[in-house]
């Protein structure tokens, strides 16, 4: 017996329908943090100026959060590495904070790969135990790494 092409096409379209999860409706997410792990210029730059965009044309509440070799360049003691626009990594930092980002840095990679403390940290940074990983894993929140 052979099944006419258009009930079959009717039973997977069904299929299809029913298969689609409430996840998959979901609006646009409401957070977005940035994983900065490295120290290179124009990763880090594209990290700071896609959140930082994205945190002013998508209505966002948005993170950095600098972990791994990324702590050296919240660090006020080292000279920041100036972006082809003649922009500097330390005046996108601050421009984000400003506009209102939060910027966090990870106090073991301080500690242990940049050899910092909070006091070598530009204004505005922050560094609490677990801050970045609750920043990552809060609901409705859209994680990228750099």
């Not at 052979?2 to 997410?29: E, Q």
């Not at 990290?47 to 070799?69: E, G, P, R």
């Amino acid at each position: 017996m052979k099944i006419p092409r258009t009930i079959i096409a009717l039973v997977m379209a069904l299929i299809l329908a029913f298969a689609i999860t409430p996840t998959a409706l979901a609006a646009s997410p409401k957070r977005m943090v940035a994983s900065v792990t490295t120290a290179d210029l124009n990763r880090a730059a594209m990290a700071i100026k896609f959140t930082h965009s994205a945190m002013k044309q998508q209505n966002v509440t948005a993170t950095l959060f600098f972990n791994v070799d990324g702590v050296r360049l919240v660090n006020k003691n080292i000279p920041s590495p100036t972006y082809p626009n003649g922009e500097t990594i330390h005046s996108m930092i601050a421009k984000f904070i400003e506009d209102g980002g939060a910027v966090l840095a990870c106090p073991m990679c301080m500690k242990n790969v940049g050899g910092m403390t909070t006091v070598d940290l530009l204004p505005g940074v922050q560094s609490q135990p677990g801050a970045g990983q609750k920043a990552m894993f809060a609901e409705d929140t859209l994680v990228l790494s750099y």
